[in-house]
């Protein structure tokens, strides 16, 4: 009987037409989602201390954020943990009510009150440096801070 | 000569040219949340100002020194007991509150602390002090502003749980989600809040007073 089953059937092939727009859809998807890094940090990258109570950063534009570590260059900075890093350069304390004019003249003035200062600073870090921040920010009125962490659980078991 | 048909263009490596664009976007892009313990600084005192006269007992002084050790209240404590230490201060309820507009002041009537006259009087007036050395190292200080703010959220959340049956997160949450604009939410978190305010302060190393 020729009718049944001698035509050899192959599997049909799986259309490959449709990738290329799934594939644009995730393109697109993480060239909307990422940000790139804009300073390049001139320390090392701060290990930062872990807590559970933390509260979400909102409104990434209205975060300046202020590295506290060690120097990447230690030959000229030596190995010392407190090194504060703004914008791109290695800076001092006295620096930073200036920073923080710079980046408010760059939003909204009715935006101005709700702009965070975030500290990213090392475990190995010292509370001197963060007081000394603590108290320029405190000159220019920048009163929202968060210092920045990990989420975990605060004390090693 | 025979007109020749454009010949189209092969669309077949489109395919691998997304494929690396994508690629590259997947390694550098970082969705990174940024999230961290927050504080809200004091303004700068005017000058000649006067600091109000607090009560010994309503202090609960944490000092760190440069080696890291905790000294609470006189004695010396281990990270674990902090947190303990801070919420039977906190929840003491010994004696009257700071009377809002228009009322007497009222002796804390959620609390469920030991109520020992020698501590804190009540919530809105527990203050914790955390004065820290110089060398302090920042992993520490953290730790211990963690355990503090660990133990409000833990009264507020027992408050909460009390009073509303739900967590003072979820609590939040639903009033987010309402946008900001259901004002019996409003008032249920702004009640849980100021029952436990959150008065942390932090004593500046070279701050003599």
């Known amino acids: ?157 | 000569m025979a007109r020749r048909e454009n010949p189209e263009i092969n669309a077949g490596s489109m395919a691998d040219i997304a494929f690396l664009l994508l690629i590259f976007f997947l390694v550098t892009t970082t969705m990174d949340v940024d999230s961290g313990i927050s504080k809200r600084l004091a303004e700068k005192p005017p000058k000649n100002y006067e600091p109000p006269k607090i009560k010994q007992k309503n202090i609960f002084e944490i000092s760190i020194n440069r080696n890291n050790q905790l000294f609470v209240d006189g004695q010396v404590m281990e990270m674990k007991g902090l947190r303990e230490a801070a919420l039977n201060f906190i929840d003491n309820g010994g004696g009257l509150g700071n009377a809002k507009e228009g009322e007497e002041a009222k002796p804390c009537d959620y609390c469920q602390g030991a109520k020992d006259p020698e501590s804190s009087d009540h919530p809105n007036k527990a203050i914790i002090a955390v004065e820290s050395d110089r060398a302090t190292e920042y992993g520490t200080y953290i730790i211990v502003q963690n355990e503090l703010l660990s133990a409000y959220s833990e009264l507020r959340n027992r408050l909460s749980q009390k009073k509303y049956n739900m967590s003072y997160p979820e609590l939040e949450e639903a009033f987010k989600a309402s946008g900001r604009k259901d004002e019996s939410l409003r008032k249920k978190v702004e009640f849980i809040k100021t029952s436990y305010p959150q008065i942390i302060t932090d004593i500046d190393p070279t701050d003599v007073n």
């Open chain 1, 1 to 157: 009987m020729a009718k049944f089953g001698k035509k050899k059937k192959g599997l049909p092939p799986v259309s490959t037409a449709s990738l290329p727009d799934i594939v644009f859809m995730l393109l697109f998807f993480f060239m909307v989602t990422t940000t790139m890094r804009e300073t390049d940090l001139k320390i090392d990258s701060p290990r930062l201390p872990s807590a559970s109570e933390v509260k979400k950063l909102e409104h990434k534009s209205l975060v300046t954020t202020i590295y506290v570590g060690k120097a990447k260059e230690t030959g000229k900075y030596g190995t010392g943990y407190n090194r504060i890093q703004l914008n791109d350069k290695i800076g001092t304390p006295d620096q930073i009510p200036a920073f923080i004019e710079n980046a408010r003249s760059k939003v909204s003035e009715t935006e101005v009150p709700f702009m965070t200062t975030s500290i990213k600073a090392d475990k190995e870090s010292n509370v001197g440096t963060l007081s000394d921040i603590r108290l320029k920010l405190r000159d220019v009125n920048a009163l929202k801070l968060s210092l920045s962490t990990q989420k975990g659980d605060a004390i090693k078991k």
